[in-house]
């Protein structure tokens, strides 16, 4: 489990470092290194979910809408950390750290309405034991995450 989680906890890394500026190459590399992502973690979740097959025709489609809506929070997320290195770089002003807190806690907001909203549809289709399991898998995932990119991102200074 450690060895997959490491994996994509590295491509997610990875995948957030590029920029807005890349060029078209690069864009359509990305695009494939997003989808290798998406594919490894859906892997990662099938073997540790251990789903019957009739929950499996009703589990992956909702979890396919649920990825697709988090990684619009992931996309929100590496635009809010690009936002703090662009400032990072000059001088962060309250104003810049106002806003970058403000979106913080509407993406963290955002994210716990999401899994709030997810929850009742994966309880319809599995046993609160596997929707438990489902979300502590994600939870692991993205304290990895986190995690690795808290090792990244210096801290706020005071200029």
Known sequence: MKRSVGFILTMLVISWAFTASAQDNQADNMKLVVEKIRADKRLFIAKNMQLTSDEEKTFWPIYDKYQEELFLLRARTKNMINDYAKAYKKKITNDIAKSLI??????????????????????????????????????????????????????????
């Open 102 to 159: 403000n979106e913080y806690m509407t993406i963290e907001r955002l994210g716990l309405k999401l899994r709030k909203r997810y929850l009742s549809k994966f309880r319809k289709v599995l046993s609160d034991v596997k929707v438990m399991r489902y979300y502590q898998i994600e939870n692991k995932i993205e304290a990895a995450q986190y995690y690795e990119l808290a090792k990244k991102i210096p801290l706020v200074k005071e200029r």
